[in-house]
């Protein structure tokens, strides 16, 4: 799983197809009134600031491809991890079966199940701002807008609590704290 730049998903997937990964990129279409114009359509991701890629492919020259690599591709923020490895979602996955079905070929989430579109996060969740002036502060999220696209987020700065309204895609979740496996004595 990739996050990606803020409103960036969509150059994201298209660098990541050119380096030869295999991507799924889950996205809707909305039509937007203009103030004197007829409706125009938009492209939204489903879930903004991810997308879904693997190291199925092998280079040009032969040799796998690593996850690592996708790092450095445009409109990727990071590749998220889980411990020491890469979050590896498979096909089997049943979240990712889940969104594989709800999409069509290319990729667009059918209208019945874009008129919700989800996010990770939720109300009272720990999160730390991953993006723009209060990059790396701690917080708490307090609401999502309806169209899930902004979050307003309580942060303590300079000892007071302040709200900002930000993108989702500034936002990653607070790592909680590893449990020792065994006690030692």
Do not use: C
């Not at 960036?8 to 990541?16: F, G, K, N, Q, V």
């Not at 990071?78 to 079905?101: C, F, H, N």
């Not at 993006?131 to 303590?156: C, H, L, T, Y």
């Amino acid at each position: 799983m990739v996050q990606t730049a803020p409103n960036s998903e969509s150059l994201a997937a298209t660098s990541a197809r050119e380096m030869g990964y295999e991507v799924f990129y889950p996205r809707y279409r909305e039509k937007r009134a203009q103030s004197h114009r007829k409706p125009v359509e938009v492209i939204l991701p489903y879930l903004p600031g991810y997308i879904f890629a693997g190291d199925y492919r092998y280079s040009h020259d032969g040799r796998p491809l690593s996850l690592w690599e996708l790092g450095k591709a445009k409109g990727v923020a990071s590749v998220l991890r889980v411990g020491s490895e890469y979050a590896a979602v498979s096909d089997t996955d049943p979240i990712m079966q889940a969104l594989l079905k709800m999409a069509d070929d290319f990729g667009f989430v059918k209208n019945e199940f874009a008129k919700k579109p989800i996010t990770l996060f939720k109300k009272d969740d720990e999160i730390i701002v991953d993006d723009g002036p209060f990059m790396s502060f701690p917080g708490i999220v307090k609401e999502i807008s309806k169209n899930r696209k902004i979050a307003q987020v309580w942060v303590q700065i300079f000892g007071r609590e302040t709200k900002l309204e930000l993108e989702i895609g500034q936002l990653r979740h607070k790592p909680k704290p590893v449990k020792p496996i065994m006690k030692v004595a």
